[in-house]
């Protein structure tokens, strides 16, 4: 299982080494986006509507916008000054509570956390210090350079740290819409729901719950594989090379050449010798 964090945990003076580990993993099955012309997967740039132009990375700059296109440019250097200041910091346990005590509406993400070297024996103690009591531990740690409110309880034998919101990211219950405070509710039907409720109370047995849609959705993609329902992508037309300097030069010199015979005037015309005889005439009459 790849680690993708090693640090910490702390709780009094007790300090575990422990690498984490995703526990989850999205199974959703992602669709790209041809174009239908000749099946060709879309391209997506990052352009700026003003320049009219494509930007590079580099020239992209952080910023936070407090007000309607007005905006706090954040240097990566100010950045990069606070993930210091947080880097060394481990996973800090700061209370221990009841688990009943969290909404499930917190919970965000679970990781798997085990013992790192020479940290078994404290990874234990923790581990059946938490069962014994029954209690889980709120802690602080950093995860992808920002820090995380977790819990750090047990799962069948592993502990795992698993990532609460803080309660201002908890939207306030009052806000949501068309909630009747009181609906006067008829006795024979609630008992009726209730004996339904009953009827229909089980174990929880995560196996028996399946992603129907994605199962669906795979064997139709299989079933239009295997029928050789499918198609490739064109391939990319190949760039012109780019043009040399002899050539840019080359085709310079026959602009200018073509727009000085276009501006050039034309010469006179020689008089003809009829028109000079009649002006001969006119001058000998005289």
């Given at each position: 299982m790849h680690t993708m964090w090693k640090g910490t945990i702390s709780f009094g003076l007790v300090n575990i080494p422990v690498k984490m580990h995703a526990a989850t993993e999205n199974k959703d099955i992602k669709l790209r986006q041809l174009h239908k012309e000749c099946q060709s997967p879309i391209k997506y740039e990052k352009t700026c509507p003003v320049c009219d132009k494509e930007v590079e990375n580099d020239d992209i700059v952080k910023a936070y916008e407090?007000?309607?296109?007005?905006?706090?440019?954040l240097e990566e250097e100010e950045l990069k000054a606070l993930r210091k200041e947080q880097e060394d910091k481990s996973v800090e346990i700061v209370d221990f509570v009841d688990l009943e005590e969290i909404d499930p509406i917190?919970?965000?993400?679970?990781?798997?956390?085990?013992?790192?070297?020479?940290?078994?024996?404290?990874?234990?103690?923790?581990?059946s210090a938490?069962?014994?009591?029954?209690?889980?531990?709120?802690?602080k740690m950093i995860i992808r350079s920002k820090e995380q409110l977790a819990v750090i309880r047990v799962y069948k034998n592993t502990l795992v740290?698993?990532?609460?919101?803080?309660?201002?990211?908890?939207?306030?219950?009052?806000?949501?819409?068309n909630v009747p405070d009181e609906v006067k509710t008829d006795e024979k039907e609630l008992e009726t729901a209730k004996m339904l409720v009953e009827q229909l109370t089980t174990e929880f047995t995560p196996e028996k719950?399946?992603?129907?849609?994605?199962?669906?959705?795979?064997?139709?993609?299989?079933?239009?594989?295997?029928?050789k329902d499918y198609?490739?992508?064109?391939p990319a037309p190949?760039?012109?090379?780019?043009?040399d300097a002899a050539t840019n030069l080359m085709d310079a010199l026959q602009a200018s050449l073509d727009r000085a015979k276009k501006d050039k005037p034309k010469p006179s015309q020689p008089k003809s010798k009829t028109k000079e005889k009649t002006v001969?005439?006119?001058k000998a009459a005289t």
């Open positions: 407090y007000a309607k296109n007005k905006f706090v440019i917190y919970f965000e993400k679970t990781y798997f956390l085990s013992p790192n070297e020479g940290g078994g024996k404290a990874y234990g103690l923790l581990r938490l069962t014994d009591t029954g209690k889980i531990g709120i802690a740290a698993e990532t609460i919101h803080y309660p201002d990211e908890v939207r306030d219950v009052q806000d949501v819409p719950y399946t992603d129907e849609y994605r199962t669906a959705l795979m064997e139709l993609i299989e079933e239009k594989k295997n029928n198609t490739a992508a064109a190949e760039g012109k090379p780019a043009p001969k005439k006119k």
